[in-house]
């Protein structure tokens, strides 16, 4: 018999100890062996262009110098402690400079987190306990997140549910489902649960859906009407679609958002950024013990993510950054079109340059379902396909970086070519 690879050999003692085989994150098959600029190999040593880069935070690419030069430089500094520090500070200076809603800040490890306390933060301000998000909206792993997300069994609005075991049946009864990019139905909702619901959480770009016109400033005015925190969950755009995130590119600025990835510089780092009036619940001296919102975080603002993201955030300020950026994901939006246009096959490239995917369906996509009524089987051979060529990506999720290279789009066009060809 033939000896096993070294991903298979890894796959099999993860399976002993880890469930399922893997952290939860990707598909468990794969082992990343390491990573350089806009490339990665796996544990077998084949490479591959990465459209994946982490889920988002390496934006720059893997192992920029700059930034690897920083994080040398804090190392023997010291790793955290669990105490102020200096580049902590730099960062939330940093973030509300740049970020419209941002008065004040506060660091958490993780974008799940900084959701989960941003819909406690919506319930301390206004003293109500609804919480209205959109279905298929991803904003982490805490129960109120799980109502929804990806729903396999669609039900009528707004009944929230449940994707997950373990959540108790009273946290659906706080969770209020709506269709995004129907501002009609948030206003008729409003009209009902108004003067019970604390915050509505949504991305700005849903997964890889757009806002129709005028449907995040319709949220907007219809959250001034009724006294309700609108919360932008900007875990994923934030620092991606420009410097400002989507608030900037939209027009619209929350009272909180939610802001990951990218400001970690690719360690464990997360924040909750929006109105002082909001944000001083977290500050007991303030509003007293009845409404003084506790957080701890063992790692939350630890000096080697700040300064791993302030350099980043540096480079990103720097003349064409982001002109190139969107310039890398027009020409992959273009080559996706081209290849699967000439093959005549039913398809719509969704999204915006810096983060988007091909949904194969012959209407446009609007919301989650628009995305669950697509061909999720051609959408699978056409993924295996790209990797199988060379191209790393997430099953639904194209992430552009600034270290893509000639070379680069070169192999990714080829591959977008063989992929097309195998579900043609």
Known sequence: MPENTPMQELAERARAVL???????????IFIREGKGSRVWDADGR???DYLIGSGPMLLGHGHPEVLEVVAEQLPRGMTFFANNAPGVELA???CRAVSCAEQVRFLSSGGEADMYAMRLARAFTGRDKIVKFEGGYHGMSAEAQMSLAPARLVNFPQAVPDSAGIPEAVRAEMLIAPFNDADYIEGLLKEHGDEVAGIIVEPLQRIIPPAPGFLQSVRALCDRYGIVLIFDEVVTGFRFAYGGAQEVYGVTP??????????????????AGRKTIMDHFDKAIVGADRWLMMLGTLSGNPVAAVAGLKTMEILRRDGAFDTLRANGARLMAMFDRHLSAAGIAHRVVGHPTLFDVVFTDRDVRTYRDVQAADAAKNAKFNAALRENGVFKSPGKVYPSLALTEADFALTDAAIEKATAAIA
């Open 19 to 29: 469930p399922a085989g893997g952290f939860g994150n990707f598909d468990p098959s």
């Open 47 to 49: 490479e591959y262009v």
């Open 93 to 95: 200076e940093e973030i």
């Open 255 to 272: 009272d909180l958002c939610t802001l990951g990835k990218i400001i970690g510089g690719g360690f464990p780092l997360a924040a909750v």
